[in-house]
C-alpha cells in the first residue's frame, strides 16, 4: 500500500502520522534514469494521526487548512548524484514541494525500484513492471506558513516524512 509517514519530536509531545491517499505519474526510463520526471500528490484531507483532536486540529484552518489547501505536492524537476546498481536507482531529487499553499525548491535522496514484469505480483491478472519510489527527507512548517513560533513545545517544527509509493505501468 501508498502510505507517506510523518513524524513531529517536540519537547513535551512525539506525533506520528501517515496518509494513504497518494496518486501522482512518474516518467522513469531504466535506460535513462537521470531523466525521470513526475508529481506524487498527497490528499490532505487523508493525513491522519491516532488522536481525533489532533487529526481534527491538523485539518483545521489553524494548521493545514486542508480545506482550502487539499493537496501537498512534489514535482520532480531534476536527478543528479544518480547511481544504478541492478535495479536499484538512487540519485538526490530536485523538484518543488508545496504545502499550505506554499511553493519551495528542495533536493531529497529518493531511491527507485525498476520491477520488470513484476506487476502481476503485486496485482493478479494483470501485465507490466513496477516502479517502488522510496524517500526520506525533513521539511521546516515555518517555512510554509504553519504556525510560525506557535506551539513548540508541543508540535516540532521540523517534519520527518518518510515515502513508500509503488507505481505500475500495465501491458
Keep these: 500500500m501508498?502510505?507517506?509517514i510523518f513524524k513531529l519530536v517536540a519537547p513535551l509531545?512525539?506525533?506520528?502520522?501517515?496518509?494513504?491517499?497518494?496518486?501522482?505519474?512518474?516518467?522513469?526510463d531504466p535506460e535513462n534514469p537521470a531523466a525521470t520526471t513526475g508529481k506524487i500528490i498527497v490528499a490532505a484531507e487523508s493525513l491522519?494521526?491516532?488522536?481525533?483532536?489532533?487529526?481534527?486540529?491538523?485539518?483545521?484552518?489553524n494548521w493545514l487548512d486542508a480545506a482550502k489547501y487539499p493537496e501537498i505536492t512534489f514535482e520532480a524537476?531534476?536527478?543528479a548524484n544518480v547511481t544504478t546498481a541492478t535495479n536499484v536507482t538512487t540519485a538526490d531529487v530536485t523538484g518543488t514541494f508545496t504545502l499550505h499553499g506554499v511553493s519551495k525548491e528542495m533536493t531529497a535522496p529518493v531511491s527507485l525500484t525498476y520491477l520488470k514484469?513484476?506487476?502481476?505480483?503485486?496485482?493478479?491478472?494483470?501485465?507490466?513492471?513496477l516502479l517502488v519510489i522510496?524517500?526520506?527527507?525533513?521539511i521546516n512548517r515555518e517555512n510554509f506558513?504553519?504556525?510560525?513560533?506557535q506551539n513548540l513545545d508541543k508540535v516540532s517544527t521540523n517534519i520527518?516524512?518518510?515515502l513508500n509509493i509503488a507505481g505500475a505501468c500495465a501491458r
Design 160 to 162: 520527518d516524512l518518510t
Design 13 to 28: 509531545e512525539t506525533i506520528n502520522g501517515s496518509a494513504s491517499d497518494i496518486s501522482g505519474t512518474v516518467s522513469f
Design 77 to 79: 524537476k531534476s536527478f
Design 134 to 138: 522510496r524517500a526520506h527527507f525533513s
Design 117 to 129: 514484469d513484476k506487476l502481476g505480483d503485486r496485482l493478479p491478472n494483470l501485465k507490466g513492471d
Design 48 to 61: 491522519t494521526v491516532p488522536n481525533p483532536l489532533q487529526k481534527e486540529h491538523m485539518h483545521s484552518a
Design 145 to 149: 506558513n504553519i504556525q510560525k513560533g
Design 2 to 4: 501508498n502510505n507517506a
